[in-house]
């Protein structure tokens, strides 16, 4: 006895115009795959750089907002105040950093707020480190920096 498959398959019946059709399909399938491959691949691209583009006119815009704010006379005075503290002639500009604090030394001393002398002679001493650095054939690792006398 025959079971239900093999009665359907033992039905159909191929003739040359259904095989030719048919190795005509799988013809088509193999010659077109690789473009179609290469079309979804070339869409993705094409996606990137529109928003590549997107991102690059946002850039543009963003730029000439900015060159049209540096061509105002009135912002470039406010940048220039701003930025490098310039005030008109006759005028006064005060500058507090954070004046809760009291300033010390290193030692934890408070800073003097008269004029001192210097104890250290600063002369001889940046002509020692120029002469040093330029006669020494030591690896600057290994220079040891000269000791200062206390003038007193």
Excluded: C
């Amino acid at each position: 006895m025959e079971s239900a498959p093999e009665r359907w398959l033992r039905n159909i019946r191929l003739s040359g115009f259904t095989l030719t059709m048919l190795g005509l399909v799988i013809l088509a399938v193999v010659v077109l795959a690789p473009s179609l491959k290469l079309l979804v691949e070339q869409q993705q691209e094409m996606a990137a750089l529109e928003v590549e583009v997107g991102e690059q006119r946002d850039s543009v815009d963003n730029l000439e907002d900015e060159v049209a704010r540096w061509s105002d006379p009135a912002y470039i005075e406010a940048e220039a105040r701003d930025r490098l503290l310039y005030v008109y002639p006759g005028e006064y500009s005060y500058l507090v950093i954070d004046g809760a604090t009291t300033a010390t030394t290193a030692d934890g001393a408070p800073i003097s707020d008269s004029i001192q002398t210097t104890q250290v002679d600063w002369i001889n001493s940046i002509m020692g480190s120029v002469l040093t650095a330029g006669l020494s054939t030591d690896v600057a690792d290994d220079i040891v920096p000269p000791v200062i006398e206390d003038p007193q």
